[in-house]
């Protein structure tokens, strides 16, 4: 289940990223889709999303999970295969019900975070980013942009593709080097919601019962 965590964090999310304006290049029509994007999901006070989350190899997804996903800033929540997943800003937790065990961890400066503001910051300086035209996705006639990265960094490319009309990343798919693949297609999407006060927040004492590992 981690490295599933790993893979997601790795690649979901590109979608509120801040500034693919200062990629290694980027074509002027390129970057203003995705700087749109970025102001419309940097405007909002809190994201939800449900999404799949596909993985595979060859080019080819064999497994698919549902997910959801809540952030608020820094902070996020994410919810899949019964495993929850929390960044409050300071600690990452990891919650997996099935082993009743609760990993604590400050992130360090080799971890990606599941925030898309964090993550993407890498994408400003690691790839090229070029305009690929229309394709029809998930009955969206969406915009098709294409990063490839400019060193060796694991990834081959990564296929973002955009509701240009509502600002709204649409897909993400994600090619490695090793011919893995990996692929988010959002389902639903809310913004603006009035959430819980301890959505973010940890309680020790909902989980007595657990095993609980601060690292």
Do not use: C, W
């Not at 939800?48 to 999970?65: A, D, I, L, P, R």
């Not at 980013?129 to 960094?153: E, H």
């Not at 593709?161 to 649409?170: I, P, R, T, W, Y």
Request: net charge positive; no cysteine.
């Amino acid at each position: 289940m981690k490295k599933l965590l790993s893979k997601i964090a790795l690649s979901v999310f590109v979608l509120g990223a801040a500034g693919f304006s200062q990629a290694q290049k980027a074509d002027a029509k390129s970057k203003k889709i995705l700087d749109a994007i970025t102001e419309n999901y940097k405007a909002k006070k809190n994201s939800y999303f449900k999404f799949t989350f596909g993985s595979g190899v060859n080019g080819q997804v064999t497994k698919t999970e549902t997910g959801i996903y809540y952030a608020e800033g820094p902070k996020y929540k994410l919810n899949i295969m019964g495993t929850q997943q929390i960044f409050d800003g300071n600690k990452i937790y990891n919650i997996n019900a099935e082993d009743m065990e609760v990993t604590i961890a400050k992130p360090n400066g080799s971890d990606v975070m599941f925030s898309p503001i964090n993550y993407l910051t890498s994408y400003k300086k690691d790839f090229n980013v070029s305009y690929g035209g229309k394709r029809m996705v998930n009955g969206v006639n969406a915009d098709f942009i294409k990063l490839t990265p400019v060193k060796n960094n694991g990834l081959k490319h990564v296929y973002l593709f955009v509701d240009s009309a509502k600002k709204q990343m649409v897909k993400l798919e994600q090619h490695g080097t090793n011919k893995d693949v990996s692929v988010i297609a959002i389902k639903e999407y809310k913004d603006n919601q009035v959430l819980a006060p301890d959505m973010f927040s940890f309680s020790k004492s909902k989980y007595q019962n657990y095993i609980v590992t601060e690292l």
